[in-house]
């Protein structure tokens, strides 16, 4: 098969914001316990966090990490972990049926946050909780030192000088049916809006994610996102989006996923829009994809370890190379929308849907995932410019139009990068690459765990099948 791309890189559409690259760690499974934390393993620092985690977490160089959930939020109350660790309760944690030790809280997460060089994006609980405990938590963790009793508390559990934190989620996938004290549109837009108004008043500087739908299949996707926005305008900087992506079998289709994900973006992008004209504002929200991955082997297999255990391990996946190529597609997607996506979130990091799976007590297995995202996170940056790209399509279940390949161009300090698949199983792809000229410096096919460096002519590049590709031209 043939394709070709032509780059305008004068043409900038966007700047890719840092915040692309980010993940989410939820108490949930085995991400906490024996995953980021695990007392007594050979690599565990005077904290109890895994070294050998850190130091494969570090290269993926994330500016912000989506922290205590996830479904979990909706039913924590954030005191619990905090001072004494063997003063802190031991709970039933409803979300995922397991026993919460509550060994790792906030403050310890601030902890690992900071020895791993990221962000903390924090999730407020609007399920069980209220604007006042949400309002509580921000001021524990951003209130000067010694100003109030939250700030002198802070300062009590061994951390004087506030935290800064400046994003903060307002609850998590508050219209599903799963979500422990679900809302409808308006009562949720509601307790969002009031939370958002103390939050705001505590820390001006703070921005704030309001949930959107938990996908776009939900029945309510749509009349979900205007009625929060109108409800929350004033006070939100963003509007969430999740899905995960399911081989049901149809290979072809699961491929095509980049695609919807593509279809997704524009849907609420364009409510956005809608409701920004509808309250003459020139105020720009942005969408935060704060929930995304590949799902669906654990469920297949269906072993679901015995509830109210801790940790329980659930939901770990073994990522295969189909995986890697859509997880690479996915990237394009949100790259190719950097006018709009702003926050993007890999779920999870570890051990739950995950970039690496830990053994209890051992070490630590990259998946197939892990590859396209660190590689993508180094090279993919920068500017989105424009380009064109012609290349085959197949018909399948889910559209007649189905692409062969995804594709994403960025340009950074004069380099030219392009991140780009073969979807085919069974043929080669040979791009012709023009608009540009110069020498191709890097190229990386990904296949499985194992990564090749390549050099070949812009005017055939040869895309081998169910692969994932990064080319970094120089000028």
Not at 324 to 349: R, Y
Request: a negative charge; glycine letters at 8%.
């Amino acid at each position: 098969m043939k394709a070709k791309l032509k780059i305008n890189k004068d043409k900038v559409i966007a700047k890719v914001e840092d915040a692309m690259y980010s993940s989410f760690v939820e108490h949930m499974g085995r991400a906490i316990y024996t995953g980021i934390y695990e007392p007594g393993h050979r690599t565990a620092d005077e904290e109890g966090f895994r070294k050998d985690v850190i130091d494969v977490v570090k290269p993926l160089a994330l500016e912000y990490v989506r922290y205590p959930g996830g479904n979990f939020v909706s039913g924590y109350n954030w005191r619990d972990g905090i001072g004494p660790k063997k003063d802190r309760p031991v709970r039933l944690e409803l979300a995922w049926e397991a026993i919460e030790t509550n060994q790792v809280g906030i403050d310890e997460f601030m902890s690992w946050a900071a020895k791993v060089g990221v962000k903390p994006m924090i999730a407020v609980n609007l399920g069980t909780g209220t604007p006042k405990e949400a309002a509580e938590l921000l001021e524990y963790l951003n209130a000067p030192k010694g100003s109030t009793s939250l700030a002198l508390l802070r300062e009590k559990n061994g951390h004087p000088e506030p935290y800064g934190v400046d994003l903060v989620c307002l609850g998590n996938e508050m219209d599903g049916p799963w979500q422990i004290c679900a809302k409808t549109p308006t009562e949720y837009a509601r307790i969002a809006h009031e939370t958002a108004k103390l939050l705001k008043r505590i820390d001006p500087n703070v921005k704030l994610v309001a949930c959107g739908s938990s996908n776009s299949s939900m029945p309510t996707f749509g009349l979900w996102e205007r009625t929060v926005l109108r409800e929350c305008w004033d006070y939100i900087d963003y509007i969430s989006l999740h899905n995960y992506y399911r081989d049901d079998g149809d290979t072809k289709s699961f491929l095509s996923g980049s695609q919807d994900m593509d279809r997704f973006i524009k849907e609420v992008r364009d409510i956005v829009a809608e409701i920004a004209s509808e309250k003459g504002s020139d105020k720009r929200i942005g969408l935060s994809f704060d929930e995304w991955n590949v799902w669906y082997h654990f469920r297949k297999e269906n072993n679901f370890p015995p509830k109210w255990t801790c940790p329980r391990a659930i939901e770990e996946e073994n990522y295969n190379q189909a995986d890697a190529v859509l997880f690479s597609g996915l990237i394009c997607s949100l790259l190719n929308n950097a006018d709009c996506v702003k926050i993007s979130c890999i779920a999870q990091l570890i051990n739950v849907l995950a970039l690496m799976i830990t053994v209890p007590g051992g070490g630590v297995e990259l998946k197939s995932i892990y590859y396209p995202f660190l590689h993508a996170s180094s090279l993919m940056r920068g500017k989105l410019v424009s380009c064109k790209l012609d290349c085959p399509t197949y018909e399948c279940k889910a559209r007649k139009d189905a692409s062969y390949m995804d594709c994403a161009v960025t340009e950074k300090d004069g380099k030219i990068r392009i991140l780009v698949n073969n979807k085919s199983d069974s043929e080669s792809i040979h791009l012709d690459i023009s608009g540009i000229g110069g020498r191709m410096e890097r190229w990386i096919e990904g296949k499985m765990t194992a990564l090749e460096k390549k050099v070949c002519k812009l005017s055939d590049v040869e895309l081998t099948p169910l692969s994932w590709n990064i080319i970094v031209i120089s000028e």
